[in-house]
């Protein structure tokens, strides 16, 4: 009785028996009275497959090109995801981002959506059919194809159910929800009932790779109400929704680890005002993206800085501070990519205090280092040896007792 | 110093190695001086590919759905070959059917071009860029994406050369050109230099597969010249122009069989007026195209009545065929899929008499039966066993002397 947008990511629809469970759940929904906008992704590993493909013929492929090539395996799935639905005794029709007109700013393979037509989607839904739409994907001004990055089908799906105003914009995937930490890692994790778009966008941007945190932003601007559930069953998942007054309550709400930064370290920089800015100003002008940053206390005028960058990005961040050491006349560059970023984030944190305490004496018992400390009103990141970080991730959990459901 | 399209069938691009040796050939034209179209099929086997997975989610598929699924693979090898283009130094742009604006009909899996617009195209070359088109597909007034049928990219090619009036359609094939006959079944088949719209057009409806049909209809109408040439080297294959008179020299230019059809017999049928006109109606309303037809000398006021009709329908054919002899209070059906149509096509048959009695004077002597005939201005076919097609057309070929060059 409602307007359901479900999105189904690549795993969701692999191959054609996933494909076909896929299709039973929206036409389940369609024949409860809904409304459905089904919102795909491309197979399994295509996606994986054409950039394998695209390095066969270029060592460089143009984003231009990157993206009309990998905005094919969105389309492929939207179709064969209404024949589906047609198999199943309901009308579907497809769509490609440019035919429900999803238009993006021109960044390839990482655009941002500017605008959402929905005339073509609402007179299909008017005509009782369920809309099939590709995620991922949009077109320029001037048409040419687009792609939002990975995980971009989340935002698309999140999107379209915004422009739509939405009951709720279901995330299907085969984890089942949030937890309060990987699942893989912690074996008590616990599935989180409701979260707000905060603390999301904080576990998102943390290695949870639940949702692309864009896509939260969409909701939080749109207030969209999102509920990450699991494919495999008809089970409640996580709701992901405006915060109310009573989640304050729950200091701790979840716990990461991420193994995907690097830390640079700039030995002796000379401790002068305006090196800090001309280091950090260096590593954005390659549109770098520096995480935590720290200086040790200065000592004969020289101090050793270090910074965390994004793995995909090390290889340049370490050509970039090694120009920068010739520039400031400082001393060497140490990389140490065998980091992990542990974070503990959660809304009661504002009101609360005493977390940071507890978490770093939580590690201090289990004689785990602390390397670099970074705090937000609602979360708290510590970087750590690698090889610690399982066994710290799951003392925290334990700490914080998040395997037990808030009172 | 002209313009010329190039279009490459889906084992010039089936692989990477493929696509950047095809991307070699786009530049060297283009570094010739050239402004350089390149139009590009599907991979190799991928269409059929995708046509398996669509059945394995559906038994009958929505033709509009997979169409959305076909054009995918066009798309990823415009994508591909752009990249190979920009590799080898050359500034190349893809565009889909319906970024270029090439306008179909509505008939889903077999449309028809209306219209293209050339602008987006005329401005990719006057910036110096090469353009590569998607072969086969297209987009209808609503922006539903359309497919040409098989053998499309054909048709692409030859439009967009007859709309910018380009100096040539180059047709890339591992063939190497229009052969005087199939070069597996008659080794000293030879190759054509050059073959009228007419001939050409009867050897592609005749199975020689080198293009499809309604590209050479398309080529005639805006005399459009077209090169069909090997993939695998620089030399020349078949040029296939407007007819000039000294053609008409050359009685015979091809011969071809085809297997691709069945005969059905429907026995004793009343020979009265509006019978044949109410057999063929049976089979035009269900869209099944009757090729030959002969009805033998009635006896007691019934007549047999034969014809044949393509392989693809011959179970829904057979249905009709059943269906007409009820309403007809007629005889028995009977299918003999077993047959062979052995054709020769020249447009000198116009001004030259003696073609048929040499073929069926040949036949003769081979004992091989004719069962069928049937003739235009340039063309004989006729119907035999199909076990002895293969000798029969290797008579036929050294009967009418076609392995030796025209004078």
């Given amino acids: 009785m409602g307007t359901i947008v479900q999105k189904f990511g690549g795993t969701s629809v692999a191959d054609a028996a996933k494909i076909r469970l896929a299709a039973e759940r929206i036409v389940r929904a369609k024949r409860e009275g809904n409304s459905i906008i089904a919102v795909v992704s491309a197979r399994g590993d295509l996606t994986d497959e054409l950039v394998a493909l695209s390095h066969e013929v270029s060592a460089a492929p143009p984003r231009r090109e990157m993206d009309m090539l990998l905005s094919t395996g969105e ?14 005794g309901e009308e579907a029709i497809s769509f490609s981002g440019a035919q429900i007109g999803i238009v993006t700013d021109s960044f390839h393979t990482k655009a941002k959506i500017k605008n959402i037509d929905p005339t073509r989607i609402i007179e299909a839904l008017d005509a009782g059919k369920i809309a099939i739409v590709a995620g991922f994907q949009g077109v320029d001004e001037n048409f040419n194809v687009t792609t939002l990055g990975r995980g971009g089908s989340d935002t698309t799906a999140v999107a379209i159910a915004g422009v739509l105003k939405a009951d709720v914009c279901e995330i299907y995937t085969d984890v089942g929800g949030v937890y309060t930490a990987d699942p893989r890692l912690v074996p008590d994790a616990r599935k989180i009932e409701r979260l707000s778009y905060d603390e999301m966008l904080e576990l998102a941007s943390l290695g949870a790779r639940v949702m692309q945190a864009r896509s939260i932003e969409f909701a939080n601007k749109y207030n969209v109400a999102i509920h990450v559930r699991p494919s495999y069953s008809d089970s409640e998942g996580t709701y992901i929704v405006r915060e109310v007054p009573e989640m304050e309550g729950i200091v701790v709400s979840g716990a990461a680890v991420s193994e995907a930064e690097a830390k640079i370290t700039l030995r002796a920089v000379p401790d002068r005002p305006g090196v800090a800015a ?10 770098i993206n520096v995480d935590m940053i720290i200086q040790n206390i200065s000592a004969s005028g020289f101090a050793d800085m270090s910074l965390t960058v994004p793995m995909s990005d090390l290889a340049e961040a370490r050509e970039v501070a090694v120009a920068l050491t010739e520039d400031l006349d400082a001393g060497r560059v140490e990389v140490d990519d065998n980091i992990a970023k542990l974070s503990v984030v959660g809304i009661g944190m504002r009101s609360h205090t005493g977390v940071a305490e507890k978490m770093f004496s939580v590690l201090a018992a289990e004689g785990i280092n602390i390397q670099m400390i970074s705090t937000s009103e609602i979360k708290i990141s510590v970087v750590i040896d690698q090889a610690s970080a399982q066994r710290a991730l799951r003392a925290i959990h334990r700490a914080f007792e998040l395997e037990k459901a808030p009172a």
């Fill in 75 to 88: 389309q492929q799935s939207v179709a064969l995801m209404a024949m589906a639905v047609d198999a199943l």
């Fill in 278 to 287: 001309a280091v950090l100003g260096g590593f954005a002008a390659r549109k």
